[in-house]
């Protein structure tokens, strides 16, 4: 069974553009969860997409966003590029609300 | 407020010995929690959870043990290998905030042969 896939693994983006990030979950899982990765901040919440909805959202700007497809499969859209976003992007999936999470390799964003 | 902290920011033990991580968190509702792995240039990997109605969970090598009392976590590690060394991270989670987990801010487990 394939685990929590992240496209692209790696990029470089210069200041002010946007970058779009992929996240295949777990085949069965429903929900989909974002966090940010510094060597400063640690591991935060970005936000979470249950059937393709919103579930929850933590304190981040409103230049990252996110989605959820029909097939459970998200992407997460960071725009205006800022040095600071350069970070480990992890997608995170489970079944439901009564299950094991799950993390990707994540995605390395550096933003120059 | 929300916080899940670890006790230890760095841990070095010899091969063979036992390893014990602390966390503590500061949330009364949480009611889920989770130990995860990190190797360098990877993501979390998941270890073992344990809910808020067990004091204690086992997995292979690995025991988590949860005092609700005091809210502290604890990852022990037996017999630790060089394949152990890396960052491990407690997460809480609340159950009416769906996928949302609490980091702590991880310990480098460092084991020497």
């Known amino acids: 069974k394939a685990g929590v896939t992240q496209t692209p693994r790696y990029l470089i983006k210069t200041r002010g553009q946007q970058v779009t990030l992929s996240c295949s979950p777990i085949?069965?899982?429903?929900?989909v969860s974002w966090y940010q990765q510094t060597p400063g901040q640690g591991l935060q919440f970005l936000f979470e997409?249950?059937?393709?909805?919103?579930?929850n959202k933590g304190n981040f700007p409103g230049r990252f966003s996110g989605r959820q497809f029909s097939n459970s499969r998200s992407e997460m859209n960071v725009s205006t590029l800022e040095l600071g976003d350069s970070a480990l992007y992890l997608c995170?999936?489970?079944?439901?609300?009564?299950?094991?999470?799950?993390f990707g390799e994540g995605s390395w964003l550096t933003v120059v | 407020g929300e916080s899940v902290g670890l006790h230890l920011p760095t841990l070095s033990v010899q091969e063979g010995d036992n390893s014990i991580i602390n966390c503590a968190y500061s949330?009364?509702?949480?009611?889920?929690f989770i130990w995860y792995k990190q190797e360098s240039g990877k993501g979390p990997q998941f270890i073992i959870d344990?809910?808020?109605?067990?004091d204690k969970r086992q997995g292979q090598r690995v025991t988590v043990l949860l005092n609700k009392t005091v809210k502290h976590l604890s990852l022990q590690i037996a017999a630790t290998q060089p394949g152990d060394s890396a960052v491990y991270f407690c997460?809480?989670?609340?159950?009416?905030?769906?996928?949302?987990?609490?980091f702590g801010q991880g310990t480098e487990l460092s084991v020497k042969p």
């Open positions: 085949s069965g899982h429903r929900s």
């Open positions: 949330n009364s509702a949480s009611d889920y």
């Open positions: 995170a999936s489970r079944r439901d609300t009564m299950n094991t999470i799950y």
């Open positions: 344990i809910r808020s109605n067990m």
């Open positions: 997460a809480e989670n609340i159950y009416n905030q769906g996928g949302k987990l609490i």
């Open positions: 997409y249950f059937s393709e909805t919103q579930r």
